[in-house]
Every structure is written in C-alpha cells, then in structure tokens.
C-alpha cells in the first residue's frame, strides 16, 4: 500500500503527475489489487478525464465486486455523461456495498429524478438530508423535489429552514416565494421573497418573471 499512500498524498497536494505515477507503481506492484486502479480512476476522473478514468475503476470491479468505491466513481461519470439510468444503478451497488454516505444517496436520488422517478428519488434525498443536515444544496434539491411532488408543506419547510441558515440563499427565496404563489393565496408572501431572489441575484431571470406575472394579475386571478 505505499505506494497508494504516497500517490494520495500528491493528489491532496495537488501533485497529480507524482500521483498517477505512485498509482501505476502500486498497480504494478500488486496488479490483483483493486485499490490501485480504483486510485487511477478518481485521479484522471478529478481532471476531467473520463476516457482514460472509466476503465480503471471497471477494472476495480472485476477484481473486487464489492469494491464499493469503484461502482461510486464509474456511477459518478455515467451522472456527468447524462446516462442517469446506468448512474442510479451503480450507485445504489455503491450503497449496498457500504457508501453509506450522504453524497451516494443524494446523487443517486438526482440520477432517479433526471430519470423522470421523482417517487423514486424521494426516499434517497430524504435520506441524504438526514445525514448532512446542515448541507444547504441537499435541502435545496430535496425541497424542490418535495415541490415538484405537490408535498407543499414539507417542500416549504425546507425552504424556510435554508433561508434560516442561509438568508442571502436566492434560489430558496425564488422557491419560497414560488410555493407562496401556486399552492396558498400568500400573494404578498410570494412577492416578498421573490423580490428578494433577485435582489440577491439580479440575474434571477424566473424569480423576476414570476413576480411580474403577480403583480400584474396574470396569475389566473
């Protein structure tokens, strides 16, 4: 493992070149070991590199099919390539063999609502907001989800609870202020944070659009 270790160490220093080449010594030295090409995969994955990564961590699946992390990093460039299908699939085989972390459940729920299984994400964002509580992206991505779902309430208290932790969070008001507007008759509740949304963010184009419609009575009143 010294030479995985060593290889580590540079990529935490930002060393990739040393990197790969502590990896491919690794590899070299105990080729029936997943880990070196598991290594291999997250360096070239973290330089964009899909091509030369996505082999890698293939390899680290046929030497050790539960290596959990290789399934999580493969999952993690079929998510970037947009074959969210194959992306769920693998990180829920990243899951079962023991990512049991708030990233996997939080990326495989996304893959199954860009897969249009919204029902079917919800348990994995809920999941993921349970572990990192304080992540204010995963609150966001789940009370959107909850909204998209017609959960109104729910979806508004996760909105509230960002902009409590977060007051300057522009897209948790434009949400407030969008779940105000289509599900309750606070018109003056949904003005106020969507005015606020593009306060924050001038270049929040929907949240301006929307509070335009309201206040000239083009909302179906």
């Not at 493969?74 to 947009?82: D, F, I």
């Not at 809920?126 to 992206?137: G, K, N, S, T, V």
Request: aromatic share 12%; proline share 3%.
């Amino acid at each position: 493992m010294e030479y995985n270790e060593i290889g580590i160490a540079a990529l935490q220093d930002g060393q990739y070149e040393k990197a790969v080449e502590s990896f491919v010594k690794a590899v070299e030295q105990d080729p029936d070991n997943a880990v070196g090409y598991i290594n291999l995969g997250n360096v070239f994955a973290s330089l964009g590199d899909a091509e030369k990564a996505e082999p890698f961590f293939q390899k680290a699946i046929t030497l050790d099919a539960e290596a959990g992390t290789a399934y999580y990093g493969l999952a993690n460039l079929y998510y970037n390539k947009e074959r969210y299908e194959e992306a769920s699939k693998l990180y829920e085989t990243a899951i079962r063999q023991g990512v049991d972390e708030a990233d996997a459940y939080f990326m495989l729920g996304k893959s199954l609502e860009r897969s249009d299984n919204g029902k079917l994400a919800l348990p994995y964002l809920q999941r993921a907001a349970e572990l990192a509580p304080d992540d204010l992206e995963v609150r966001l991505s789940y009370g959107i989800l909850l909204a998209n779902l017609e959960l109104f309430k729910e979806a508004g208290d996760e909105f509230r609870y960002i902009i409590e932790q977060d007051p300057d969070n522009a897209d948790a008001h434009y949400n407030l202020g969008f779940l105000y507007a289509v599900s309750t008759d606070r018109k003056d509740d949904a003005l106020q944070h969507l005015e606020r949304a593009f306060t924050i963010d001038p270049e929040h184009v929907q949240a301006r659009y929307i509070f335009d419609m309201i206040q000239m009575g083009e909302n179906g009143q």
